[in-house]
């Protein structure tokens, strides 16, 4: 798919304009630092003797120093407890000079030494240039936010953005992918509201099912209301999840490794990079992965998912000051719709006979459908980055980004059906309106109805962001700037059809309930030409700009002031009903205070920050006036600490947020002509306390933990659920925890173990006095892993759902998970 025309304008016309950069006279140094055994040496100083120029090693020992005059140097490597290095190079301008080293350890210094495999805090992630939009560090930053790194992917052998998730602290998955254009991939809860992965690399980056880890360099999940920096469409009251992609570098090499384990999953993936031209300017890197595996339930029988992912990346650096970065992720996926289980609206749970998932009269092991519910899902994602230094102290950043979801197929879904509402559909079916008697009175389940509702959907979204960042002194402070431009349209063609097929009773044997399958769905609708469609055509654009300064007063206080302006302009269309078009404008600000009474190693932060949703509709107040709606909006305070302690070896966030919700639109009353009387005055709370850690307490042991407390209520709204806990809102208690070992040196360097889980409290999904409170049990998953790590090689085992526990995940629906499962994996390392 390629970009719009005027989006294929701009990215010529910013390319144009650079190419006078290119004559520079200046060029780059890079290269790769590895010690004697073939580990990556990283956090290592590379420094140009003589010259105030440098760099630092990444975790895979790889550093690039730009903007150094033409000329003959030497590099210096260092590192305590590593023995320096030294290497002399030429550099030609406009070119790039490329110095690869192998170090020695020293034994003199060993204790102190930080280097992969050592004694290193190799979870830790302490930078980031997408949470602020611009390159700070965890202590320096005021707000919340965890980070997942690939090495801890590879430990756990995690295949998916979704399992990647398990090691966030106050995070839960509560619906699986539907697999629909327009849906997204997975839906969780962070403290209190719904958030699905929608950025990529800090812009748009839609998905339509499970989206693969093949191409994660990490997963950072940003807490709170972000709305200033990242905008409101894109993000939720609780957060966000931002995907860093894997970047091509300087030099050839890579891993393809083969899995398979448990219900016939099979995988296979490869990640390659390679220099396209002799001086290494033009990179090229792809991570591909095919996925299939079948349904736990019946496994093989009646369900399946099947998944290929393709992502091309090209870098160009031209010149030490320019870089370009074209790349794209290209899904297409195929499966059979999870086993989802509603509660009708009109159901009351004292009718169902029981209260928790775990007392439903339902076969943990079944599945209720048969083959053929099949949905075609497929995500393009086409990117473009234009990085240009302007000078030491200012950089312009142009993002580009175009993506587009798509579905076809079958969605399957179902519900439990009480006695009493069995009752009085059977009476409406007559015609009559009698209140239901004899079996209406006896609580328990009658049946389960089994309905679909298929999709031939897509989803366009664009989104150009400009950004120049500024690092500067007035006088003798130190402010770190960020001025961005935001141009985001999201294009909604959504057809969503379908309705009830059939019901049937529980407690048959397996072939009972394969009369659902996708024959009997399309002899259905053969047999009614009026079905029932839900369309969403609407296309909406936001512009925006927005500032944001971080002021060093001192060195150990620094304040955050934030500012962003949005033009919010729906051009209407359906939205399940008509949607007329209009036009809103919002302020979003965002303020953060941090002290570091010990520099670089503890820091004490506040923040205040804001998100706003655009609501396109009017209301009626008692008085019969008609009202526009605001923007509803949720203003977050929140306090904490931060360490980095111990060298290194312990980085943890502890902190206190109280989210409220203001201007939500409920209903008071009807006219006499059943017209629904509102009032804007609403309010949610949602409050808590997360703490997160990862540590190094001995040479070769890590760990990561979290812990997460979050109450949420509807303070003033609608009297069905008023003081009331949203049944979106996930289990108020949350923990994860993964303990690994690698033996760091010997016969046996290279080999580990990692052992770790989640645990989650009980769940209200329905929550109410019309329905009452039917619970979602508390659960504790184990996982387990093994491995032996070597610089060619990497064999890696694990165990999901170690004790093969039964429990449920959702948000007014219910949804068995996963048993236990075992997977294997053989990596080739190049």
Known sequence: ??????????????????LPAWAQQTGTIAGRVMTTDGNAAESVSVGIQGQPLGGITDSEGRYRIGAVPAGTYTIVVSFVGLKPAQQQVTVVAGQRAMADFRLAESTAQLQEVVVQGTRTNKFNRSNSVDVAKMPLSNLENPQVYATVGKELLTEQLVFSVDDATRNVPGLQRMWEPTGRGGDGGSFYASRGFVVSSQLRNGVAGSVTSTVDAVNLEKLESIKGPSATLYGSALTSYGGLLNRVTKKPFETFGGEVAVSGGSYGFHRVSADVNTPLNATKTLALRLNAAYNYEDSWQNAGYAGYTKNLALAPSLQFTPTDRLTINLDAEIY??????????????????????????????????????????TQDSRSTNLFGQVRYRISPSFTSTTYLSSSRS?????????????????????????GKTAPAAGLARTPGVHSLYRADQSTNSHSDTYEVQQLFNGDFQLGRLRNRVVLGLDFLSINSNLDYFGGSIDQVRLGLGNNAYRAFNGQAVDAAYAANSALAHYLVTTKANTYSAFASDVLNLTDQLSLLAALRLDRYANKGGIYYTPVAAYNQTALSPKFGLVYQPVKDRVAIFANYQNSFTNLNTSFLDQDGNTHVTKPERANQLEGGVKLDAAGGRVSLTASYYDIRVQNILRTIGYT?????????????????????????????????????YNYSTFVKTDDNVNGYRPATASAPYLANAWVSYRQPAGALKGLGAGFGGNYASDNKIVNSVSQGVFTLPNYTVLNASLFYDQPK????????????????????????????????SVAYKF
């Open 1 to 18: 798919m390629l970009l719009p025309l005027r989006f294929r304008y701009l990215f010529f016309l910013l390319a144009f304009c650079t």
């Open 332 to 373: 297409r996926g195929s499966n059979i719709g999870k086993q989802i289980i509603y509660f009708d609206h009109r159901e009351q749970v004292k009718n169902l006979g029981f209260s928790r998932a775990d007392q439903a009269p339902l076969d943990y092991r079944q599945s209720y459908q048969g083959p053929g519910l």
């Open 406 to 430: 798509y579905s076809q197929g079958k969605g399957p879904y179902f519900y439990l059906i009480s006695n009493t509402v069995y009752a009085l559909d059977s009476l409406a079916a007559l």
């Open 672 to 708: 006499s002509a059943f017209v629904a009387i509102g009032v804007q005055d609403g309010t949610q709370w949602s409050r808590g306390a997360e703490l997160n850690l990862t540590a190094n307490p001995l040479p070769g042991l890590n760990v990561v933990g979290g812990f997460a």
């Open 793 to 824: 090689f990497r064999l890696s085992a694990k165990v999901d759902n170690l004790t093969d526990k039964q429990y449920w995940i959702g948000y007014t629906t219910m949804n068995a998970q996963k048993l236990r499962s075992i997977i294997g």
